[in-house]
């Protein structure tokens, strides 16, 4: 529909005409503000937490373990240079060798959910698979955050009305 | 020919100066959309529907998807 749309403000006399083809379902995948009334819906993206360790593949896992350690979580998130997640070093890969780079360690291709992903039916999920953690990336891969399913929880059970704030 | 963009590019083209317009229907755009977007639905677009639209600066248009 887009396409369709800047050549018609093209042929209407538009000479500087983007075309943003991903469109608004884009934006939203990747946690972005919006406005209107369903801008307000709770979404994993505005629950899950951002300030997560993180290393990259060439950290060694001592040098991970130290930034969990600091951080109140319990895993940390392997990225490339642009934020992309490429592993998780979890419980197990952290007590290992701290010599061992996280390349070596981590476990690939964890799951990963957009921002903007209906929270009852992820949450339903989680709850069915037993996962306790997911995260949370950008339709280009690039990490957002860490949801953790106790926290959403607690945001869904609220009384109709209670304030809505993301967790620290 | 419209140049395609990225979403990375957007605020850097809004700070130039660009306007931003949503095509989809006027209730989907009403429900949500990006922060400042204007909305002139494909259907009605036309010389009569842009006069808001200043043709000196750049325009991004959006829909739902690249479908």
């Known amino acids: 529909m887009s396409p369709r749309a800047a050549c ?32 307000s819906t709770l979404r994993p993206g505005a629950l899950a937490r951002t300030e997560i360790p993180t290393c990259t593949l060439d950290d060694t896992v001592a040098t991970a373990r ?14 490339s240079g642009e934020h992309i997640v490429l592993g998780v070093l979890d419980r197990d890969a952290l007590a290992g060798d701290g010599h061992a780079i996280a390349a070596e360690a981590m476990r690939a291709g964890p799951a990963t959910v957009r921002a903007n992903e209906d ?10 698979r037993n996962v306790m953690e997911i995260l949370v990336t950008d ?18 059970t609220r009384p109709h009305g209670a304030p809505a704030t993301a967790p620290d | 020919m419209a140049v395609a963009v990225h979403r990375e590019e957007i605020p850097r083209l809004l700070a130039r ?34 006069p808001e639209l200043d043709r000196s600066r750049p325009v991004i248009v959006y829909c739902w998807d690249a479908l």
């Open chain 1, 66 to 79: 130290q930034r969990v350690a600091a951080s109140g979580e319990d895993r940390c998130v392997v990225v």
């Open chain 1, 8 to 39: 018609r403000l093209e042929a209407l006399g538009f000479s500087a005409v983007y075309d943003y083809t991903a469109g608004k379902i884009d934006w939203l995948a990747a946690g972005l503000p919006t406005e209107g009334p369903a801008a």
């Open chain 1, 119 to 128: 929270l009852s039916a992820l949450l339903e999920r989680m709850h069915r």
């Open chain 2, 17 to 50: 100066g660009a306007q931003l317009v949503e095509v989809l229907p006027v209730a989907e755009y009403e429900e949500e959309h990006l922060p400042d977007a204007i909305n002139v639905p494909l259907a009605t677009l036309g010389p009569e529907t842009i």
């Open chain 1, 139 to 156: 339709p280009d891969g690039r990490l957002l955050g860490l949801l953790h399913r106790d926290d959403a929880d607690v945001v869904m």
